[in-house]
């Protein structure tokens, strides 16, 4: 049977309230007894707190407390509890929270904040991630080692500021580098950067005497939220309410936890009043959670027929003051910074290392564009040593059907179509002639392919309620969190698909509350077209039976002689039908006698039998499923700026099934100007002492339209799977993956200069062009 | 308190300004509950607090409400009367340029600005315009494409 709403372009659902100004985002939030927090930051990235006075402060005019860590017992956290709501004997980021006024209102709370006077006692500090997992750094956490954590995951170093080491062995890398003609080795640079979503960090919450807690936060993660606040209070999460508006962006900066226990912790202080507290934009360049920082040196060796022989791989993330966000992202990037290619032993070690910076957090692609950045540039080293042309160097080692990946997972031929996608950017990008160098521009062309697997919980699962109304209408409840990409939208399609009733009789509730909502892991990891979808096809095939059942109590017969086709149950004889709506509630004869039962059906997913790496080996299942892709580029360099444009910027993936072809255009597109904003101008830099230089948009530029490729070519291959509903996998940080090396390939191409540390500004091309000349 | 008088969407309103650095966006977002402009950076530079003050498009952010007394403002919510959508909201819609919505807004009353004073604004005036906006989901395409689709919807 053909498909009706899965595969086209069906209008975004949160379309009209965001056009007419109608959404509501958390600072558009208000509730009863209201006040408003300000924070005082320690602008000094390492020092221990000698004194804090406040009593001049809340002395001031509207201010109804000033909170402090002093006496704060608190750690919190998911897997590793390193980090205080705020800072209590010392702080260890510029960034850090060290006093929070509150007041009747915004202007009164900051006010109050300038008659706080805070002495420190400064401590050295350390930005670099090598640096401070080197002998004789300045130690950033005394009990790094002794917090309490979940041991099978995190691996501290005791003594060190090495929170978590992960380390991959899978084969020989000796034996592999000796079968190799040719090896290439070099160190990378991915730096720290700012998620940058439009809408900053906010949060509004309310403390009763009873222990309860109720907020709402602009936040990716309601049940993580909620159960962290719990465990933060010694309360059951009975007792914790968490609201979810709609998110203005994510990419990952607000996911897990940011900046909600501090502002309960304040909230903790005035119980039976809500505490607002939206952070400025320069806060949420020093004071939430920013993405990378990673420094690597990757090898990797081939035979002279292009076959790879072995990889070896050092990360060290600079992961800021605290470690509970950024552990697992460390793990993945040495799960994954193979990229889709099947190297046959394997050695990586990844250090998450505390530094004085501010704490590092899922960032669109979760270690994948980090590490891939290496593996995806060495390639294009690797193919000119080779002389070969780069497509049949990658060809020749995909990950393909049979093939294993570094945690010895075997793929099969499901998992996606590699080969066509590279074909696809191929014919876009290379089967054209290349314009020649002429007196203002060189010209460049470049590759990288990608895959990207969802590090998630091994638990990880979504839950979907449903309901039919007597019309036939059809409420969806489930907690996916829409932050753009268009999970409202897409799921509102697979309901309506997998019941065949008209797409406008389908609500699915936007507002996640933990009160209402069934559980769902959290809103990460582009998995709720995958996982959520699941969810719903199975909620939708229960209500179906259900339908039947009472159809079948109403005509008098077997179940099995009713059929479905979205409105009509026949029986044998087409004449006798009911719609949807008669059998939603069970059915109602003439004289008010009803029968059956009233439809309410559950469905869930749970990703299926993954779990955490092996301690010895760092192998096993802990990758759910993957998706693939393949990216190109053809650019221009002003030879008298070293200016990059990028002139055509080709992208083809394999999400199994285009659900939405709009919305996933529009996935693929945002992610690539996001890579090419990493890949060529964002960098959070940071002053002498240790604060951080570019605070907001304008020193720190992130893509504008003018940025943006001339031409952009988007192509999707679907490959049938069992995995996705409807075939459809995850397809949202992935178009990030691969724009970094896929444009310094092209820039080595145009220029011949190996660029490994990003962003390559057009002041590094010129020193660059300068110095070969 | 010290007061200021404002006409925004055709409704004349006195608010009171509290001491301290209280913006335009402060007064349509906090007293006239007009949160269709968005507070993104501060410091004008995302545009999502833009809206239309004495006929030209202004970051709302930047502007001292003081300095907004007397004036005139349109904001997205009163570009269409409740009932039937703006030709440049339903672009936006048709062509797919809102993913998160927190820049649309803003970029929507650009838009406002740019069409009804030059209707026949070329490719490259339009995208002069839509430079003053970030927006982190999009890359952009599907908003260029919004603004011309509204463009002929206007004509």
Known sequence: MGLKYVGKAVTRVDALQKVTGTATYIDDVKVPRLLYAKVLRAGIPHAKIFSIETSEAEAMPGVIKVVTGKNCKILFGTCLWDQPPLAVDKVRHAGEAVAVAVAKTRLQAEAALKKIKVKYDPLPFVLDAIEAASKGAPIIHDRNGEYKSVEYVVHPIKGTNIFHHYKLRNGDTDKGFTEADVVVEENFNFPISSHCAIEPHGAVCRFQSDGSIEIWAANQAPFVLRDVLADMFRVPTAKVRVHIPYLGGGFGGKSDICIEPLIAYVASFVPGYAVKLILTRREVFTSSLVGRGMKGRMKIGARRDGTFTALEAEMYFSDGAYGDTSWPVCTVAGHNCTGPYHFPNVATDVYGVYTNSPPVGAFRGYGHPEGQFMVGRLIDMLARKLDMPIWEVMKKNFLSEGKKNALGQTITKSHGDLYQCLDEVKKAVFDTRKPDEDERYFYGRGMAAMMKSPKMATHSSSGCQLKISADGSVFINLAGIEMGQGCLTVFTQMAAEALRVPIEKIRIYQEVDTQFSPWDWQTVASMQTYRGGRAILQACERAIEQLKANAAEAFGCSIQEIEYDGELFHHGDPSRKLSIGQLARGYMFENGLTIGVPVHTTGSYRVQGVIEPDLETGMGNAAGSWTFGCQAAEIRIEKASGKVEVLHFASAFDPGKVVNPQTCRGQVVGGVVQGMGAALMEKIEFKEDGTIKNQNFGPYRIPRIKDIPKKLTVKFVETPNEEGPWSAKPIAEHPIVAVAPTILNAIRDATGVDFNQIPVTADIILKALKEDE | ?155
């Open chain 2, 1 to 155: 308190m010290p007061t200021i008088t404002l006409k925004v969407n055709g409704a004349l309103h006195t608010v009171e300004i509290e001491e301290g650095r209280v913006t335009l966006l402060d007064v349509l977002r906090e007293k006239l509950d007009l949160t269709g402009a968005k507070l993104g950076c501060g410091v004008g530079q995302c545009g999502s607090c833009t809206v239309i003050m004495n006929g030209e498009a202004v970051t709302s952010c930047t502007i001292l409400a003081k300095n907004a007394d007397s004036a005139e403002i349109l904001t997205v919510e009163g570009l269409s009367d409740g009932y039937a959508l703006h030709p440049i909201q339903e672009a936006f819609i048709e062509a797919g340029a809102v993913q998160c919505g927190f820049c649309t807004p803003g970029l929507i009353m650009r838009t406002y600005d740019l069409l009804t004073k030059n209707p026949d604004a070329s490719n490259e005036e339009i995208v002069e315009a839509l430079n003053k906006h970030l927006c982190r989901c999009t890359g952009y395409e599907t908003i260029l494409e919004a603004v011309k689709l509204a463009q002929s919807k206007m004509q």
